[in-house]
């Protein structure tokens, strides 16, 4: 988003992306975000519950505007609203191969939620095994995720976000299947139709910028 002389705002960019982090509380998904956003990352408002960051990418000679939501804790009381799903292009399933619950809950909570609540036809999943550095404590076999995620028609990768293993690849094989999946909402016209949060926090934004004007 750029600040126009005559004060009017332009999104310069292609197209934009909404990704979704889900999946347990405590399996990495703040930490597999922070270590993707290192580097040109636009912290946006926190809105309640929901954190998102916003990032501009190339793809295939296009700008990209990926937003990437995270939740802000509250996967640990299972709440997580359907505006956080609505829309969503890309959704990245994370678990801990340290912890087989975490796995488990990828079939009994978040895939099933993804089902109900998005609302893409064409998103693109993806389902990433985290904490692929803690060898010793490992209960789920790459083998195990591999089959899940095939199953489940989803993209599959291991990710050690402590140790920054495949953590860039991860976002950039799912961020080039969603272009490819022609469900990419041209930008002008997500810009009419930004779901509420993004709103608010855009809106804020501007107010701050107008402040700083004056
Ligand atoms: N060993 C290891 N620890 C990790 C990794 N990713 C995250 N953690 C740790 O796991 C804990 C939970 O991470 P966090 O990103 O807050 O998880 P979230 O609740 O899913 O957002 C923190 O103590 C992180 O430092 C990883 O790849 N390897
Ligand atoms: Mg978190």
Redesign the pocket.
Known sequence: MEQQPGGGLVLNVDHTFKIL?V??????????L?RFSTGGFEELVPTIGVDFKAKVVDVGGKKVKLTIW??A?Q?RFRTLTSSYYRGAQGIVL?Y?V?RAETFDSLADIWLREVDMYGTVEECIKMVVA?????AEQREVSREMGLQFAKAHGCLFVE?????N?AVDQAFEELVHKVGDSGDAQPAGFHWQHLWAEEQAAAAVVVLLRVGCRS
Do not use: F, M, P, R
């Not at 985290?130 to 803690?134: G, Q």
């Not at 990710?159 to 140790?163: E, I, L, N």
């Open positions: 982090l999946g347990d509380s405590g399996v990495g998904k703040s930490s597999l922070l995270d939740t804790g996967e994370v801990d340290s985290n904490k692929s550095d803690l990710t050690s976000a402590k140790g293993v």
